[in-house]
């Protein structure tokens, strides 16, 4: 049995980890892949300590950093299951291996709502963006496309705009969005809506060249040249694993305290997976160092605990 | 007046001049020094992407990324008042100047209660440190003392006692720390505890040698080598400047929600100084980006009211 079990090996994950490791707990990560979302970042220039760096370059030092502890990894591995023993968790994967650990930290992250378009999933950190925070700045004088009807689709094409030569906000659905926010957005001189359109298309080779639209009133494709596009049409937390379990909030994100605590005693959860605010890689590995502390903690109440009762 | 002016120049109050410059806020940025707590940590091993890093390169890496952005900052000055206007805030410093703005970080770190010794001064980073988490696994292999009487002493011993040779928990007064963990320590083959002992002076050229301690039952100094010292006598909040403005617990830490609010609009507070849990460099980062969006988020919703108003 482990001490420990990280699930997620993003930033909150890995940094979980090392905390963990430099307190010699007797840990294993699994994760699908080290780095998570910040793999298809293009670029990172808000990580404090380097003023531009790539998402995967950034992960790789991550990397470098867990590989100076005997860490027990599975990476690849997807967890399918996790349920509560008498002394901790259990642990499953998709190829069927059990895991068993004192304590579990949930660190799985979210995923972006794909258009679920031709070229995306080919062109993505090839100018198709799921983060205008962190990919506003790269698109400098470039002329881009929002793809979203919601606050944040808004937001970022606001984000967007401070840098870009101009935004085209293009939006299948009608806006549902704070009115305030849709006014600044309306009034705003370097962004266009695009209402009732619907994109088809996301064209370029190596890089985004332009997307294809279609016109819901007059039912006719219209092409737009753009350097690039942001999805914002919603995040998915990967929270179903813990369904049941722990509670959350109606967006599916784990709730937890300022001690990164569910509300089930052991399991915590850390990063974008949970209901913390500004999706950000020093978000992120701040609540991941936070869950690894806490979850010390516990360990070490409950096995003096154990001790007592002896 | 400034659309947002930053108290604190350590990794919160930096990581939220970053995001702020990113959003194109006109921001002010007033600190004794840039790099906090962390100039006068002997190393970083728990820094994500950086397996190992001395504390001030850490921060010059942090003050180059600022140095990206055209922030307005006044350097070696202390801020003294904190004071709410109709509109905002104004902040005095001690040089007797007054700025104003519209929103308010509060970043002003801890400072730790020192022991006020001959050599103190002088010796951290150079064997005298006021943080175990960070700088534990430095002393490998090396007799060290904790001094403290209190929970954080006690962990910090055992902490310390992970990588030591040997750890010699001396404290002046009894202990007041939670039995079980007095017990673990008591348990532990690699501490020893040495209580009516007061610390007199820390002895060393350019590195700790030794401490010089009196007996206080027998009323006799007592020498004793030790590679460092671990001051654990507790941390002050530097939250002085905003008492009677804002909520504070009885530590004096300012009060903040997981938005990194304070009971006042538009006064925000990150890091240290705050109620947040565990004093590390990767959390403090996290809560300085929050407090930033969340300001940001506030200027625009407030600007809009103010818009709509006109």
């Known amino acids: 049995m482990h001490d420990l ?22 840990i294993l990560l699994i994760s699908q892949d080290l780095g998570g979302q910040v793999l298809w970042t293009l670029s990172v220039e808000n990580y404090m300590g380097f003023t531009f760096i790539e ?25 399918v299951f996790v349920g509560q023993l ?22 799985t992250g979210k995923r972006p709502r794909q258009l679920e378009l031709p070229g995306e999933a080919r062109l993505q950190g090839r100018g198709v963006s799921y983060c205008a925070v962190c990919d506003g700045p790269v698109f400098a004088g470039e002329v881009v496309a929002v793809a979203g009807s919601g606050n944040s689709a808004l937001e970022a094409a606001r984000d967007v705009a401070s840098f870009a030569e101009h ?33 088809r298309a996301i064209k370029g080779f190596d890089r ?65 997976v949970t209901n913390v605010p500004h999706k950000q890689i020093v978000v992120a590995t701040g609540e991941g160092a936070k869950a690894s502390l806490q979850a010390h903690m516990y360990l070490l109440r409950t096995e003096l605990l154990a001790g007592a009762l002896r």
């Open 167 to 199: 935004v085209i906000l293009v939006a299948r659905d009608p806006l549902v969005a704070d009115e305030m926010l849709v006014d600044s957005v309306k009034r705003h001189s370097k962004i266009t809506m695009l209402l009732g359109h619907e994109i």
């Open 208 to 272: 985004v060249t332009g997307i294809t639209m279609r016109d819901l009133v007059t039912g006719e494709d219209v092409g737009l040249e753009v350097a690039g596009i942001f999805v914002e049409i919603g995040l998915i937390p990967n929270s179903e694993i813990v369904r049941g379990l722990v509670h959350m909030n109606d967006a599916g994100e784990i709730l937890v305290n300022g001690y990164c605590e569910t509300n089930m005693p052991g399991l915590f959860a850390a990063g974008d």
């Open 5 to 26: 079990i990280i699930l997620g090996g993003g930033p909150a994950g890995m940094t979980a980890a090392v905390y963990s490791a430099r307190k010699k707990l007797n």
């Open 55 to 79: 998402g995967p370059d950034l992960m790789r030092r991550f990397e470098e950093h867990i590989a100076q502890f005997p860490i027990d990894m599975r990476i690849g591995e997807k967890a």
């Open 86 to 107: 008498d002394n901790g968790f259990e642990v499953r994967t998709e190829s069927g291996e059990s895991y068993q650990g004192r304590a579990v930290i949930l660190a």
